[in-house]
Structures are given as C-alpha cells and as structure tokens.
C-alpha cells in the first residue's frame, strides 16, 4: 500500500538530482571535461573529486520536473519541501554516467504530499551507488485528517534506478490511516471509486519487490505480510477488526494463509468471516478457497457486497433480507479468461433459524448446495420424508449451459413452499440480447412479512399458481415500453395474520408500451374487480407506469369494513358494515398536482358498533385531481336521524412535504345521542336523547377545528334529565399529538319546569393520562323539585318546590365521578318536606306536625363535592310551623348518606327574651363557649329533635339523638334564627308574639 510513497523517497535521493544541481551550480566546471573527452578507450576505474552539498527547502515539484527532462518520471503529484546533507563522489572520468556517481548522508522534509498522502517530519540515510539507491533508517509520519494521531512508518528500501529495476521494501506499519491509502491504490491501479473502506487503522509487516515499470500492476509484486486492524469503518457495517496472516503474492497468485474478519459492537450481534484462499491476479490460474462463518446478520453482509460492488446507495436499502447464517465453503477450481473454459465445484452447507428476502420467508435452512459449471443443487441435509414444515425449501436443481453470449437454463424445478415451480430461462451477457423467462408454478404457499401500518408488521401468505412467459432487452429492464409477455395468477385463501382475505385472479400483458393488468375476485368478504391499462413510452421507467395510465376501472361490492380497517392497519373489530362503489379515471393524479380526475362514488351500508346500528346507508360522490378532494354529497341515515356534508380537502406540496387544508359543513338532524357518539364512549354512555346541529370542519394538517351550534331534544346527562337544550359548539384536536378539547360556551336547557344555563369544557387530559379535563359552571332558575324528581324516575306526590343557584364542577384527569370537584350554593323556595329523604320518617316523634306535608317558604343549601362525597355544609328551610337544618355527606357513587339534622317545631314566643340575650351577645362572635351551647340545648331541650339519617337515599334509616348532641353549628343557627322560631309560634298571633317577645 505504500509502493508509491517508497518510489517517491527513492527517487529524491537520485544522482540525477545532483547532476542538475551541479549544471545548475558550476557549469564551467562540467563543461570543460565533457569538451576534452577523447575517443572511446576501454573503461578505466573512474576517479572521484569529493565535495559536500547541502540543499535546505529545495522545492520537490521543481526537482521532480527537472527529473522528468532527463527520463525519470515520478508519475505522482507531489508538494512541499525537502533538505538533503550528502558527501557526493563526482565521477570526473564519468560525468555523463549517472549509475557512476556516489552519495552519502540524510534526507529530510518537514512536510510532504505525494497525491493525497501527507508525510511529516520524513527522514532517512540515503546511500547511492552503482545506479542503486538505499534508503535505511527510514522514518516517518503519515497525516490525514480523518485520523488526529499521525501513523508511523519505519524501514528500509532500495531501488534500482539506472538502468532501472526492481523496488524493494521491508516495512513495519503502526496504526495508519487506511482510507486514503485504499483512496491511492484504487486511484493509481485505474480502479473503481473505493466505497467499502471509510476509515480505520492498519499495523504490521511488509516485504515486497515489484519492477519499477510495473509498479501499478499488483500482479507483479513478490510480497509477504502480515496486517491487522482494529476499528476499521468498512461501509454498511459495525466497527470490524481484520487480521490476515501470512499475506503472500508469488508468480501472480495471491495467496492468503488466514483470513479473520470480525464486526460488530457486540458479540452476540458480529459477523464473523475466517478462511483462506488462494487466487490468480490476472484473472486466470487456478483457485482455492475454504471460508466459514457463524451466527451473520445477512443484511450486513449484503451491505459489505454492495460496497464492494461500488454501489454507493444508501445500505440501509438492504432490509429486504433479514436473518442470520451459519454456513461452510470450499471451492477449488480454474478460471481462464472466458467463463465457458473455467472449471469449478463449489459445496457448501447452511443453517439458519429463519432468513427473510424481500419479505418472503424462507423457513429454516438446513441445507446442502453443490454448484459446478452446469448445474446447481440444493438439498436438505435429512431425509425429505422427514422434515418439519418449518423447511420451506424442500429441493432445488437446474441444469444450465454457458455459451458465449449467454447462459442458458435448460430445466429449473424446485418444491418449496408447499408447492412446484418448473421452467426455463436464458439470461444474455449482451445487453442488447434478450431475457427469456417460461416459468411454471402452482400451489406455492410462501409467507411475506407486509409493511402495513401497524405495531407488529403482520404477515400475508396464499396459495400461488400461474405461469409467466415474458421476453425483454437485458439493458432495457426498466424501460415497460420494452417487455413483451403474459403472466397468469391465481391467488387462493389469502390471509393477513388470522384475518381470511379471499381469492384472486390476474392476468398481465405487456406489447408494444401497452400494459394491461385485469383482474377480479372475492376479496375482504366482498367482490373486487380491477381494468388497468397504461401506454409507456420509450423513455418511461416502471415508476412512470402509473402516470401513464389510459383509464382504469375498480368496482367494489360489499366489502367488509371490519377487513379494510384491519389491512389499512386500523383494527377495530367493534365496528362493522359493507362498503360498495366505483372508482374511475383515465390517469391517476399525482399527489399535490393538479391532473386527470377520478370520480369516487362509494357506498356504506349497515354500518354498526358493536351490535348498534349506526347507519343503513350513507352515500359519497367526490371526485380527486390530486390536489383537491371535492366532496360533492356526502349524506345518508344516521343514529336514526339524516347527515348531510360537503365540502373540499387541499393537499399541497411545500418544500417537498405535503400540506393538508380541510373545509367543511356538515348537519344532522334528530340523531341519537347514544348512536351517534359512539366513537366517544365517554362521552356517549352518560347521555341520551335527540341531537341536531350544523358545524362547519376547517383544519391544516392534523390540527382539526369544528364549529358551529347544537340542539338537543329529550336531553339525559348522567341520568339528570335536561329537556331541550342548546348550545355553540367548538372543538378543537390534533390528530398527530392526540389532543382535543370540546368547548359548548352557550348552554341553555329547560330542566323540571325551569332553567339551566351554563358552559361546559372537555379536554384530553394535559398530565398525559386516561380520563379527560372537565371544567363547567351552572346556574339553575327555579327549577321544579317534582318534575325533576319525575324526570329522574323517582317521583312523589310529596316532593316539592324550587331550586335557583349556582354550581361549579370540573377536574383533571377524570375517568368517574370519584375524579369531580366542585361547590354548589342553592336557594330553595316553596319546598315540601317530602323532599327531603329522611324527613317523612321523622313524623313518629312530632304528633300532629307531619313535615312530609309541610311547606317550607325558604331555605338554603351549600357545600363542596370530591371525591365521590357530596358535603354539605349547611341545608335548612323554614316555614310557619318548623325550622329544619342539617348536615352531613351524600356518597355519590354508593347513593348512601350519613346527615344530621335538627328539628325544630312549637311555640317558642315564652323564649323570646332569653333567646334575644343569647342573639345578641354572640350571634357576631367567632368561635362559641361550650357554656352558651349548653345554655341553648337546655333552654330548647322540649322544643327540638336531633336526628340522624343513615342509608340509601331511597330507604334511609332515622335515628333519633339526644339535645346534648348540638354542635356549635346547631346551636348558631338556633340563635341566628331565633326571630323565625318567634315568629312561627304556633302558626297564630304571629305579629302578637313578635311584639310580646321582643
């Protein structure tokens, strides 16, 4: 690798150097004795004039041109400086003899380029004699920038220059940069561009001889070595170590003793090469080789034959083939300079547990090849009558021929795959010839991993029968307008993972640029049938095919909606239907251009979740340019109302991506809520009733905006029924991050004879959890305690009266109603005790007052919810004949409660002026003295009840307590009301009592 690098340095040691210098130098002294020459005499012993030159920075592109006028040419571009001490010996009898001269002493250069190699800090001792030249002590640093620490090299050379000879080396190499070298060599040998070494670096030992007139010709060297590297970059691959033992080149065969590859970051994911081989350089001579290797990842491999191909295609291209390969290889043979005369047997044996081409698996490998020059076997190791179904290639044989111009296999017949295929083929060397292809097969069932979009890439296989005979120009394989011929296939019981996709035929034919592709079959429980025909130029590639397209035809007819779901990559086996319709055009558009139409009109039928019916029918006639999707009548039945909608979708390409502008209007009318809004489960299992509404659809790319306004008839939400309501509407989501939100800012309904408004807000859930984000605010009219209590299903004849207030409830992340918090404050009016659970119960202790009957004129009710438990914190009402207050909790979930409640009920107008003391020393005070609750419990001891109410809101259980269970909150409220419990008496002499009290 270093050849020329040595050249360079012998040649600057030249005498010839020194004989322009010193015509340079002193012309008169050369002069004169060339002019006094006599006549040829028989060759005397030349005598020596010694002399001392020193040259400092001479510049070597200069010297190397002066070289060249004398007959020496370097053949390298060369850069930079160098300095030489020598004692010269000047032959005075020999002038003109440049193989008489003599020189002793040092070469050096602080710098040097020869091509693209860069030396520094480069010296040597140069001895010359006898027209040969010695570079020993030879040393010197090799740069690159691909590499910060230099490389170093250490050796001798010698080379004879006059008359010109042989170069020798003897090296010794540390850690130097291999990509440039392999830049040179591929350079220098007129080679192709090196793509396979990308970086790295080499150590070890050389000794080579090569004749200085064939220095470019690796056929002629006489070399022995070693070399190893570590960390070299070879393209498409991990980092490798190389070793290669006993290197040699003798009478132009390369023989290498032992080879050892390894890549890989790791060992259990490596590939690992050893073997050795012998070869002939010049193309001809016989060869050997024996190489093994364990556990390689094929696509890697495939890799490292591509770079060494000279294909500089992105290697990631290579994953149509996957696997790993254990194998073993021996060939011997002899190539001669056409392939008809050459002569080889090849074997070899590979295992794998699975290989993968293209997609097709090819089951597992346990496999014997022979390959000689007029045929190809490959058979399995055991017995075929014994192997697994997990072998997919049973046997393969061809016999073929080698002729000058082609190679031409007579009979191909393998069983794989479940099945047969039989045929024949010629495959032309000469571009200009013709490819021809007779091939047979029936009933193979191969596996093919499709890359569908999906988590797991789902695997396809079918049973596979046809023919296929087809001719075309070797060099024109990817022109169509070139290919004559007919292919037939029968597609039975196709299937993508578990899910059964039907049958299929087709028939293609290609003539004179025209391609014809039909077909037709039962397929996603449906029918399918295809008409394509395209007219290629001479200039078209097969990706032109489809611009190319005259028209085609695809007619669909109750295919599963479920299927196409699942093959699109969407499984969705909770929703059901039948898709039918027509696709046509006479040229497909190209995507984000304007060009040729296609009418869509399809056709979606009993389409259902789970077993709802959603829609009998609904209708769509659209046409596509390539640009814009006009939708010009999308409508049909819907949750048991209609849907209309029309509307366009832009796809535009923006420095080569694709923008995507939606624009629509949509209206349905009288759907069901529950149907209709089954894609949202949340959303759809709390409501109920009938929808209607107009919304108008815009969006870019994923971000989707709807707005526009609803109505809502016979409205239930979360079992509280809300009449008819309306509402704006406004969503906002964005299919790429998954995040929405549903704003309705406007709510109005009609609720138990009175009114609700409010605005309500759901959102994703911004912590990146399950459940949505829920905000809302309410405010209720006058809302009738009966209706709703019959709008809920539990009405009584002894509930009554009237709610107006205001309502907060949200939370974040919420899956159910243990996620909600919010307060609540009510006004209640015109209330009958029966209204209250627990109250009917409480009449056994009150003789004549019965509360179930008694209507309460005002009252109040506040408290907070979390956590599935409604507090409150404060509920009372009042009426002429009883004062009622209570609190506790209400267990949303379980619908049980834990409340206490006192009762107060009689004549309280002979209290009248201890219970003004009482109110006004300490209705303002802040906290109350436990003496002052006693004061009250025992002044009220025979006109109160404490009671508790435990149980189902539905069946409560009353528990009557003793007075000395007031809490500080009763016995306020007791003196905070004090005027009431006057004021009420006995129902009569109200105003008497006030005055008598007070």
Known sequence: MMRSAIIVLCLYCSPLLAIRCVAQVAPAATAAPVAASAPATP?????????????????????????????????????????????????????????????????????????????????????????????????????????????????????????????????????IALRPIMDLVMKVGASSTNTLVQGGKVSGNVQFAVPLDSISQIETYRLSGDVAGDALALRGLPPASLNINDISIRTRILNLGRLDLTAGE?????????????????????????????????????????????????SDGFTWVQGKLDFQSTG????????????????????????????????VLEHDIQLTPSSLRIRPRRSVATLPNTVKIRELSCDYRIQPNAVQIDSLDAQMFGGRLQGSATIPSDGADMLLADVHFSQLRPTIRIPVAMTTAPDFNA??????????????????????????????????GDEELGQFHLALSAQAGEIDLRGEGEILDGTMRVNMVAEATAEDRWSDVLRRLRKYEIQLSDLSIRSVMFFAGTDRSDISGKISGAINGTTTPSLGSDGAQTQLELRVTDLRYRDML????????????????????????????????????????????????????????????????????????????????????????????VRGNVVGRQLVLANVALGTAHSGILVDADAM???????????????????????????????????????????????????????????????????????????????????????????????????????????????????????????????????????????????????????????????????????????????????????????????????????????????????????????????????????????????????????????VGVVGGISDGF
């Open 737 to 987: 991050t998954q995040r929405w939100k549903l704003r309705l800012p406007t709510i109005v309904a009609s609720v138990g004879g009175g009114s609700l408004e409010g605005e309500l807000s759901v959102s994703s859930s911004h912590r990146g959890t399950r459940g949505v984000d829920l905000s809302s605010r309410w405010k209720t009219r006058r809302v009738d305690f009966f209706r709703l209590s019959d709008q809920l299903g539990q009405a009584t004849s002894l509930a009554t009266g009237e709610i107006t207030g205001e309502m907060t409830l949200g939370g974040k992340s919420v899956r159910g109603i243990d996620d909600l918090a919010g307060r609540f404050r009510f006004r209640l009016g015109e209330t009958r005790g029966g209204a209250v659970p627990g109250l009917v119960g409480v009449g056994q202790w009150l003789g004549p007052v019965s509360l179930a009957t008694e209507k309460f004129d005002v009252g109040e009710a506040h408290g907070v919810i979390g956590n599935g438990v409604l507090t409150m914190d404060e509920f009372w009402l009042g009426s002429d004949a009883a004062l009622i207050r209570a609190d506790g909790q209400i267990f949303l979930r379980s619908q049980r409660m834990d409340i206490e409640a006192l009762i107060a009920t009689g004549d309280y107008r002979d209290l009248a002026f201890d219970l003004q003391r009482l109110a006004q020393r300490y209705l303002l005070r802040t906290l109350l003295p436990s003496s002052v609750i006693l004061d009250v419990s025992e002044l009220l001891r025979d006109r109160t009840l404490v009671v508790r109410i435990l149980g189902r809101i539905d069946h409560p259980i009353v528990r009557l307590q003793t007075a000395e269970t007031f809490r500080e909150e009763a016995a306020r409220f007791l003196i905070r009301e004090s005027g009431r419990l006057i004021f009420t008496g006995a129902g």
């Open 266 to 314: 790791s060992a259990a994911e490596s590939i690992r090469l050893e073997g050795n081989a012998t070869l002939p350089l010049d193309g001809s001579g016989p060869f050997h080789f024996n190489v093994q290797g364990d556990d390689i990842p094929t696509q890697s491999v495939a890799a490292l034959l591509q770079s060494a191909s000279g294909d500089t295609s992105p």
């Open 614 to 705: 959603v829609s009998r029918q609904t209708s769509a006639s659209s046409v596509f340019d390539g640009r814009i999707l006009t939708i010009d009548s999308l409508v049909g039945d819907y949750a048991g109302g209609t849907a209309r909608a029309n509307g366009r979708v832009e796809l535009d390409r923006q420095n080569g991506a694709f923008q995507l502008r939606t624009d629509m209007t949509a209206r349905v009318d009288r759907i069901d809520l529950r149907r209709g809004l089954f894609f949202v489960p949340m959303v759809s299992e709390q409501v109920d009733g009938k929808g209607s509404g107009t919304i108008r659809l815009s969006g870019t790319n994923y971000a989707i905006r």
């Open 463 to 496: 049973s596979i029968s046809g023919e296929v005979k087809w001719q075309v120009p070797m060099a024109s394989l990817a022109q169509p307008a070139a290919h004559l011929g007919t292919a037939e296939l029968n597609v039975a019981d196709m299937r993508l």
């Open 43 to 175: 060759a005397t012993k030349p005598r020596f004039w010694s002399t001392q030159w020193t040259f400092d920075g001479i510049d070597v592109a200069k010297l190397a041109a002066r070289l060249s006028r004398i007959g020496i040419r370097l053949g390298l571009p060369l850069e930079g400086k160098v300095s030489v001490r020598f004692e010269v010996g000047v032959p005075w009898t020999s002038l003109t003899d440049a193989a008489a001269y003599r020189f002793d002493g040092t070469l050096t250069s602080p710098s040097l380029r020869v091509d693209n190699l860069q030396f520094d800090n480069l010296a040597a001792r140069v001895t010359y004699r006898d027209g040969q030249v010695a570079l020993n002590r030879l040393r010197a640093n090799l740069i690159t920038a691909q590499v910060g620490t230099p490389g170093v090299i250490e050796g001798s050379a010698t080379a004879a220059l006059v008359p010109r000879g042989d170069l020798t080396a003897s090296l010794n190499i540390e850690d």
């Open 332 to 363: 011997s043979g002899r190539f001669s300079k056409s392939l008809q005369e050459s002569q080889w047997d090849i074997h070899a044996a590979v295992a794998s547990p699975g290989l993968r081409v293209a997609g097709v698996d090819l089951g």
